[in-house]
């Protein structure tokens, strides 16, 4: 656990890249598994562990420390993992050993909830406090050590000098701590058998498209449909519904189960039918309607009746016992045309190719789209392969993506009609510098929808309580809110002291749990200036 | 009652005694001023009077170029204000020249702490404990989970990270007043003899602790090395100087900072520093509660810092305190 926990301290200081990948590499060759196996599942968000969660670690630690202390100490330190691994009290006994990871994942997967207030603090007395901070990490899955589950996987294709398509393609066949990926990679034994069972398989990813112009007689236009991509498998007797994380999410659209009985892996867009869209009976319903439908445990006859799922087809990637993933897109597009007879036709459709001459027209076409599921634009090379990941040139997206910025409300007045009463409209600003070297908040924009009325609620209370100062109708705040703004775009502007106006600015989260200073500064949004 | 020491007085921008009419740390211009120690947030310029330390008062000098109403007072001695108000100045160990200041009046005495810590510092005389009745502490680090470690295992960590990197060089954000020449005092305590590399900033605060008995050691400044000079070297340069242009002429150097406030992840994270390093000049959670219970003052005041968590310490023990409002002291940087 220490190693780890060295590990883990490293990350966090490391800023470059390469700086860590190359420490992840290293902790790979040279720690023992299945250690390493529980570390990379760690890295990589896979471990879960149902009683660890942070409500019995705060009970816990309010067990030790007065709970005014705890929760200022929180305030400050602003992440409960690392307050209790500081707070906790150290042991009255040496000699305790460390744990080992496995030996700790093992002791965390046993807890249950009655057993985790008593078998916890066991764990914890025996690490230092930045092996607590490590612990209580992986115990609660979110590391936030700044690297991505693809940066693990390519640190350990790195250490063991394998190919990282080869990593993505194995992983899903495994389960932490990936004793078979360990044996394969670092010891050459023969790869992980991936026939016949209903795996994931990476899915292509597209670059936003910027100001790139393509030639059409080497890219095809897609429309980009506004529902979630998924991965229809079936392999072995069963079919699998695979989101774009590879979780499988089957069990909540069951009606996709029994749909596919050929072996295949197909990529599409998850949709629902709403009967009211557009006129058009059974036509797909906006991604409103799909919500209705997400992270649900169980799903009603009613909620089926009335949004039933489909798939509307983009992509084939295995066939029949044929990996197709090598072919040019349009040999696989006519592999995929000639099986659409053989799909039941109220459970996956086509993803039509949208029909233009240059390039040109499609700015039209797509802004001309009134189909509330159209999100967008997919532009695919011809002749590309299907291939794990974002690779340049291949595939493009097309979508007017909001731009986003972090501000803090400095200023915030009373809305009128229904809102009237509530302090609703925000005002809010970017740092001109350091904002731990003295730097001063400039306003930048201002915005009055974006939130619930739940949160407005919230918002007009937190106003209430953090106002510093008044000039007239309008509440000056302490300054203390951090709002994530999305807008379409930023322009020069003599009108505010930053030089900077925000065209349609709108607050798209209001972060609660991100201290001021960590908002935005002013260059972060000049540097979105486009004209 | 708060009444019965009614001839102290916080005010928004200093401490006030006043039958002396005299200000401590005063953030403002005043005619009479105590000053515990050197650092810019208690000792400003312009005072008509500065009583102080004669390590403070030479600080002082340095900074604002003027001995104008300089009033010494060596630890220990006690002089009489007008008004009948006795003054002592007892060591606080912060860093040359910092003091406690003792105010006694009436049958009643008052002590203020200033900044202070109780860990060993080879630049400056420990912490006294003195017995009052009220107690006027900082609260810099005031929260449970500052709990500094041994310096010695800081030192280590810079030391090793040097070892390990010896192409490239350590660069330590410290304080200019105190925390850079505590650093460097406890690098040659721990056997490293070779050059230590200043910023141009730090030169004249290092002469100064060489002149009043601090050795230091070699040192020499960044300006006039060539790069290669500066592999495996310690560099030390103000914190406000870490991320700047300057670091530029460095052999891609680790950044590392000399902080209380590096105990917390983000904080260090915050400043983009590689190596942090837990070194305070303030007393920490630990030593903070002690204090209170050693000086045992019949209620502590409590200022600049968290004073909201010690209020809550003192409550949970039955002890009367009261958190001040002064404006202007900050120890970003420490």
Known sequence: ?531 | MIADFAWIRPEPHGIHVVPADCWIDPSQAVANALVTHGHADHARGGHGRTVATPETLAIMELRYQTREGALPVRYGETIRLPGEVDVTYVPAGHVLGSAQIVLEHAGERVVVTGDYKRRPDPTCPPFEVVPCDVFITEATFGLPVFCHPPIETEIAKLLKARADHLDRCVLVGAYALGKAQRLIAELRRAGHHDVIWLHGAMERMCRLYEEWGVGLGELRLVTDATKDELRGAIVVCPPSALNDRWSRRLPDPITAMASGWMRVRQRARQRNVELPLVISDHADWGELTRTIEEVNPSESWITHGREEALLRWCQLHQRRARALALVGYEDEDD
């Open chain 1, 1 to 531: 656990m220490e190693k780890f926990a060295a590990l883990v301290d490293a990350l966090v200081y490391t800023r470059s890249r390469n700086g860590k990948l190359q420490l992840i590499a290293d902790y790979l060759r040279s720690t023992p598994d299945p250690d390493r196996g529980w570390a990379l599942a760690a890295l990589t968000e896979g471990l879960s562990f149902p009683a660890v969660k942070p409500g019995p670690i705060r009970n816990l630690m309010m067990e030790r420390v007065d709970p005014v202390l705890f929760a200022l100490s929180r305030d400050f330190v602003g992440d409960t993992a690392e307050t209790v691994s500081l707070l906790w009290p150290a042991p009255d006994t040496d000699g305790k050993t460390p744990p080992t990871v496995s030996e700790a994942v093992d002791l965390l997967r046993h807890m249950t909830r009655n057993s985790v207030m008593r078998e916890l603090p066991d764990l914890l007395d025996r690490l230092h406090p930045e092996g607590r901070y490590a612990l209580l990490k992986l115990a609660t899955g979110a590391m936030r050590v700044g690297i991505s589950a693809r940066l693990a996987k390519t640190a350990f294709a790195q250490a063991f000098e394998v190919s990282v398509e080869d990593v993505e393609e194995y992983w899903h066949a495994l389960a932490p701590p990936y004793a078979d990926l360990f044996a394969w990679a670092a010891e050459g034994a023969d790869p992980p058998d991936t026939s016949d069972r209903p795996l994931f398989r990476p899915f292509m990813l597209a670059h936003p498209l910027e100001d790139t112009v393509l030639d059409l007689d080497d890219y095809v236009a897609e429309w980009k449909w506004d529902g979630i991509r998924v991965q229809v498998v079936h392999a072995g007797g069963e079919t699998r519904l695979y989101s774009r994380t590879g979780d499988d999410v089957t069990g909540s659209f069951p009606e996709m189960s029994d749909a596919l009985d050929l072996p295949a892996v197909l990529d599409g867009e998850l949709l629902v039918r709403g009967a009211h869209q557009g006129g058009e009976a059974g036509g797909a319903a906006s991604f409103n309607a799909l919500q209705q439908r997400l992270g649900r445990k169980t799903v009603s006859k009613t909620m089926l009746a009335e949004f039933p799922a489909f798939v509307r087809l983009y992509d084939v990637l295995l066939l029949e016992g044929e990996d197709l993933r090598d072919l040019p897109w349009h040999e696989r597009r006519g592999r995929l045309e000639a099986l659409m007879p053989r799909l039941p036709s109220n459970r996956f459709d086509l993803s039509p190719v949208v029909d233009a001459d240059h390039f040109g027209d499609l700015a039209e076409i797509r802004a001309s789209a009134r189909d509330d599921a159209i999100e967008g634009l997919m532009l695919k090379r011809r002749d590309s392969p299907y291939v794990a990941g974002r690779r340049t040139g291949l595939w493009y997206k097309w979508k007017r993506d909001p731009l986003l910025v972090d501000c803090v409300l400095m200023y915030a007045q009373r809305g009128s009609g229904k809102r009237s009463s509530f302090y609703s409209d925000y005002t809010f600003g970017c740092w001109d510098g350091d904002p731990d070297g003295g730097a001063e908040l400039l306003p930048v924009g201002k915005a009055y929808f974006g939130f619930t009325d739940e949160e407005l609620r919230e918002l007009d209370r937190y106003v209430r309580n953090h106002t510093v100062n008044r000039f007239g109708p309008v509440r000056e705040t302490d300054k203390s809110l951090v709002f994530e703004v999305a807008f379409d775009s930023v322009h020069e502007s003599k009108r505010h002291k930053s030089g900077l106006a925000m065209r349609f600015p709108r607050i798209s989260r209001i972060r609660w749990d991100k201290p001021a200073h960590e908002a935005d500064r002013i260059e972060a949004l000049r540097a979105l200036v486009r004209d």
